[in-house]
């Protein structure tokens, strides 16, 4: 499964590199960060993001994976993400895309127009937003739409299990 990842990994990375630059870019005025968990709500993810979580719980201890799935199958039918555990991800490293882009301004459509938004936790009314400051969401999704297809045609996996599914579900597969 691991090299079926391969081209998720390397988004995940080009995103990653992406938030870094913009955090630099606007400072302090991003109060967003590890331990915020204000945005983590339950969310649905693409069926490579959840290989990616199940390969990052794969690579813990057989002790702290149960513990996480417990933890998960306990915190499942909340509203908050099942993976949230005294304000920190449980598996942060391999978090979906969605997450690692939480606070960060964020340029999508909406009614025909493009917005701009961010958390309104971030100081950045004073702050002058460039696209070399702002994640514009609809490619990324593009983007994140076909790294999930070619990973579905890779595995070979049935029509219905292109579906997205909600992190619970992705761990209690595990």
């Known amino acids: 499964m691991e090299p079926l990842l391969e081209n998720y990994r390397q988004l995940v990375a080009r995103v990653d590199a992406l938030c870094q630059e913009i955090e630099s870019i606007l400072g302090k005025s991003i109060t967003c960060s ?33 513990t996480i799935h ?18 920190h991800c449980l598996l942060y490293q391999s978090r979906p895309i969605i997450c690692r882009t939480h606070g960060l301004p964020i340029l999508f459509m909406e009614e025909g127009q493009q917005r701009v938004d961010c958390c309104p936790r971030n100081d950045l009314e004073h702050t002058e937003l460039t696209g070399s400051t702002v994640i514009d969401l609809e490619r990324l999704n593009s983007v994140l739409v076909a790294v ?10 049935a029509a219905q299990s292109s579906e997205r599914v909600t992190i619970a579900e992705a761990i209690e597969a595990c």
């Open 148 to 157: 999930n297809a070619l990973f579905i045609s890779q595995t070979g996996a």
């Open 34 to 66: 590890a331990g915020c968990s204000s945005c983590c709500t339950s969310i649905s993810i693409f069926p490579v993001e959840a290989a990616a979580l199940a390969s990052g719980l794969k690579r813990l201890s057989a002790e702290d994976a149960a």
């Open 70 to 87: 417990n933890h998960v199958t306990q915190a499942a039918s909340g509203e908050r993400c099942p993976l949230l555990h005294n304000n």
